[in-house]
Every structure is written in structure tokens, then in C-alpha cells.
């Protein structure tokens, strides 16, 4: 892969743009190192005011990364639940596995920012460390389920991405394998067909995507997508809330409709994780329950995606709803409702 594919400041990405130099960041790059596609970062629309552009702000430097001092690197306890190396087990029935650290796009957001803090990161996953991953698996047959993250692992080789879920697949225990990637974002034309061949090879397989604003939906990241769609493969998608990038319902609305009007299924809107350097994206769990209230009269349930929160301390996922009103002539749910539904149902 062509290191001229990437822009590595907010300098070149200016020169790229061809826009004026924007406000100094290299205190920032120092800690958070710019990685970005030209395909992504190409795909930045307000060229008069790039620092209020959804593109422009997720994946380059601001200054507030570095205000924020006092949170933790990993406050999802993350390192603490690796069961063997780059295998995090925190639930039952399934594991995350980090099978790179490479992106295509470094995202300002990203909640393993940890890993490429400081010019650091993770390295490919290697043949004994996948050894050691199976071994595990082999000896904790309750896990049934395999996130295969990273990272991204899209950024692999078709020979590694094609050992990897050979040998994950051959774990009898092992009846489905996600396969986490922003890829089809940032970068699509890495998604080639040999790829989508050997995802197509594993009938467990999914591809979980990453779209988070309807700029992203472009006809190039579609078309990666249907490389996968045209081939069997089920492409659901998460999406983070981020303020001033897609706290807004009618910018959710958008992207979600675009989803699945081409068979992708909004899955998740994750809040914002408390992690060091990405908390000014944060938008308040408030926000996010009254982005899906207003959902509900204008969205079919196609559409929605459940509204997350990881707990801290490696707590897990927490789906969270709102109490609905319609147009203010019905109160929210209440135990009285409930124990009414339930009477009515007796009779």
C-alpha cells in the first residue's frame, strides 16, 4: 500500500484542500499522531469552513484533545479482560479479537486511542499470539462468538485476514465471526473482491461497517458494501454520537434512511466513551434519548438502531430508551400502564 495514499498533518491535508493552514496543532499530532486517507479526507465538503465539516472534524487534530488530562486511556478495563494476548473475553459467549492496529483513517473519537497514542502502535497479530488465541478458545467452549477488531482488519493482507478466520472458524466452539471495519468509510478501495471472496468463504461470517454521518455514504463505500451484500454477507452498522458532527436527528435521519435503502441495517448508536482525548465529542446520554424520541413517529424500526452505553470497568453494553410521548397526549409508560396492559390481556 502507497504511504502517498495517507496525509500524515493537518498542514498537507490543508495543501491537499487546497485551503489556508488552519490553527497550529502540533502539540496536538505529537500526542495523537494524523493518519487520514485522501479518499476520506477528499470527501470534505465545506472547503470555506473545514473545521465545522463532519469529515474534517472526525478525523482531524483539535485542540481540546489535549485538555482533557484526567480520564483514562482504557476506562472499559479492556487490558484487565485480555484472556490471552489481543483477546479481550469480557462477556459469556463472546470475545473481541484485535487482530491489527493499523486504520486507514486514525478517527479522533476512537475509543482504543491508547493504542496510537504517542506514534505508537500496534503491531499485526502474529502467528503465535493467534495460536494462543485458539488454544484459549479450544479450552473456553461457552464463547460462541468472535468480533474480530483491531484497529482494523480490512488493513490486512488477503493471506493474513484468510489464516486468521481460518484458524478462528476451525475452533469447533466458534458459530460466528464479526468482522469489525471502517473500511468501507475511509478507504474503500480496500475492500477489493479478493477480500470479499474469502469473507464470502465463511458462512458465519459479518461485516460490521462504521458510518457515521450521510457524507460518508458515498457511491464508492456502497459499492464496497455490495461486494459484500451481493455475496451473502450481512452488513450491519454502528454508529457513534458525536457533538457537532451528528447530534442532530435529522442528520441521523438521513444517514440511516441512505442504510437501508441499501441493505444495511442500523444496529447501534454508541454514546461517547469516557476515554482521555475524546471526551469533547461527547454529546451527554440526554441528547441521544431525545434523538430517539424523536425517531419514533419518523423512523421505521428498520431504521433505529439501539442507543448504547458502555459501562465503565468493563461493565459492558447498556441499551437505553426513552419515556415516549406522542405529541404530548399521552403520558410516558408507567407501572399503571403496564399492570392495565397485563389486566387487559386477562380478560
Known amino acids: ?32 499522531p494524523t493518519s487520514v486517507s485522501k479518499y476520506y479526507l477528499g470527501i470534505v465538503k465545506d472547503k470555506d469552513n473545514p473545521q465545522q465539516d463532519p469529515i474534517w472534524l472526525q478525523c482531524m487534530p483539535a485542540e481540546q484533545e489535549l485538555e482533557d488530562q484526567d480520564s483514562d486511556f482504557d476506562p472499559l478495563a479492556e487490558e484487565e479482560q485480555m484472556a490471552a494476548p489481543r483477546l479481550i473475553h469480557r462477556y459469556i459467549d463472546r470475545a473481541v479479537l484485535l487482530a491489527t492496529g493499523r486504520c486507514a483513517t486514525r478517527c479522533r473519537f476512537c475509543f482504543r486511542k491508547r493504542t496510537w497514542a504517542n506514534g505508537t502502535e500496534m503491531t499485526d497479530i502474529t502467528e503465535d499470539e493467534l495460536k494462543a488465541i485458539c488454544d484459549y478458545l479450544k479450552q473456553t467452549p461457552s464463547v460462541r462468538e468472535i468480533l474480530v477488531s483491531g484497529g482494523d482488519p480490512l488493513m490486512l493482507s488477503p493471506h493474513r485476514l484468510k489464516t486468521l478466520l481460518d484458524k478462528i472458524s476451525a475452533v469447533p466452539s466458534i458459530e460466528v465471526i464479526r468482522v469489525g471495519s471502517r473500511v468501507p468509510v475511509t478507504m474503500p478501495q480496500l475492500l477489493t473482491e479478493e477480500k470479499a471472496e474469502i469473507l464470502a468463504a465463511y458462512p458465519s461470517v459479518w461485516l460490521m461497517s462504521h458510518f457515521n454521518h450521510p457524507h460518508e455514504v458515498t457511491l464508492e463505500a456502497l459499492e464496497a458494501c455490495r461486494k459484500l451484500i451481493s455475496r451473502g454477507i450481512p452488513v450491519l452498522n454502528q454508529t457513534v454520537l458525536l457533538a457537532g458532527v451528528n447530534d442532530n436527528a435529522d442528520v441521523l435521519e438521513d444517514l440511516f434512511r441512505k442504510l437501508i435503502a441499501n441493505r444495511i441495517k442500523p444496529h447501534y448508536l454508541f454514546h461517547v466513551d469516557p476515554v482521555r482525548g475524546v471526551r469533547h465529542f461527547a454529546t451527554g446520554i440526554a441528547k441521544g434519548l431525545e434523538i430517539l424520541e424523536e425517531f419514533r413517529p419518523r423512523l421505521s424500526s428498520l431504521a433505529v438502531p439501539t442507543f448504547a452505553i458502555d459501562l465503565p470497568e468493563g461493565g459492558g453494553k447498556v441499551a437505553l430508551q426513552p419515556n415516549y410521548e406522542i405529541d404530548g397526549k399521552y403520558p410516558s409508560v408507567t407501572d399503571n400502564h403496564l399492570i392495565s396492559y397485563e389486566e387487559k390481556l386477562k380478560d
Not at 8 to 32: Q, W
Open 1 to 32: 500500500m502507497s504511504e502517498k495514499a495517507f496525509i500524515n498533518s493537518t498542514y498537507e491535508a490543508a495543501r491537499f484542500l487546497g485551503i489556508a493552514p488552519p490553527s497550529c496543532c502540533d502539540e496536538v499530532e505529537k500526542a495523537y
